[in-house]
């Protein structure tokens, strides 16, 4: 039963919530468990389409499901619900590709989810700067699009309750601000830099604001980052940057953005949760739509 939440856009929450599963499980095809990387460069640069009938989703997408689940029974971020949710998901299927700080936190937060207060600040000695975050944030963002100030209240909310360093909360700004802007057909990596506080991830932002459309995926990829090290201001940039510069075609973003490799499910899910907030996935191949594992 959902309750009715004025103000919400539940249907570009939605829209955000399928291309950021799409993103995830696509690109979750290219990691070298599933083919080498000359091959995998080649098939993209081809864009020849993974052959393998199903594309599961990972840690993003099953994190992305429980922040959608706290937005549909209580219509905003309730702190402690949503680590009981993250815990309960977890817990539900332990095996997709967590980072090693989940599977530290989230088991404890099954047995206290109001535990997160102390146990996410401690966390690599200061919380989390991963891209953990911003990988899961896009639908929160579209969610609320019609308030901007809300969107950065909310996605703050969503990213302490794992991520307590401020680069970590700063990735999930910028990528909710993203989302909302991609709704508002006002998104410019410019405007994500101006709404994301002060650090790192605002820096590589501005960078990618004065990187050329021209430039090539990869090329783009070198420069800005590309998630290798799973830090916010590693992923950010470059994911936002091919949001922006595909912001219209879904297909077009997910080929860019995995030329650039590196944690390149995550990259994938977060550009798509952009996109796909405005244009929804009913542009991509037919089959894409298929072979990606159904959300629960
Ligand atoms: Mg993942």
């Known amino acids: 039963m959902t309750a009715p939440h004025p103000g919400a856009d539940r249907a570009a929450a939605r829209r955000s919530l399928e291309g950021l599963a799409l993103g995830d499980a696509f690109g ?53 619900r949503l680590a009981l949710c993250f815990a309960l998901t977890y817990d539900a ?17 099954l047995a206290e989810p109001e535990s997160w207060r102390t146990l996410a600040p401690g966390l690599f000695e200061g ?70 506080p002060v650090g790192p991830v605002r820096d590589g932002l501005a960078r990618a604001a004065e990187l050329p459309f021209t430039t090539e995926p990869w090329k783009a990829a070198d420069l800005l980052g590309n998630g290798q090290r799973i830090r916010a201001d590693d992923t950010v940039p470059f994911a936002v940057w091919t949001a922006a510069r ?21 990259t994938c899910a977060i550009t798509a949760g952009i996109v796909a907030a405005r244009t929804g996935t009913g542009s991509v191949p037919t089959e894409w739509r298929q072979r990606r594992e159904a959300l629960t």
């Open 28 to 80: 979750e095809r290219w990691f070298p468990l599933f083919r080498e990387r000359q091959r995998a460069y080649a098939e993209i640069r081809a864009r020849i389409t993974p052959p393998e009938l199903e594309w599961h989703w990972t840690d993003d997408t099953a994190m992305a499901l429980a922040i959608q689940r706290v937005l549909d029974e209580r219509g905003a971020i309730d702190q402690d």
């Open 93 to 109: 299927d332990p095996a997709r590709g967590y980072g090693h700080g989940m599977h530290m936190l989230l088991p404890a937060l």
């Open 127 to 196: 919380g989390s700067l991963g891209n953990g975050a911003a990988m899961r944030v896009a639908p929160l963002g579209a969610w609320f699009a019609a308030d901007l100030d809300r969107v950065t209240e909310q996605a703050v909310l969503s990213a302490e309750v794992t991520h307590a360093h401020p680069q970590g909360i700063a990735g999930a700004v910028a990528i909710a601000v993203a989302a909302a802007l991609s709704v508002r057909s006002e998104l410019s990596v410019a405007a994500v830099a101006e709404a994301t």
């Open 246 to 266: 595909h912001r219209d075609d879904l297909a077009a973003a997910l080929w860019s953005t995995a030329e650039g490799f590196g944690d390149v499910d995550t």
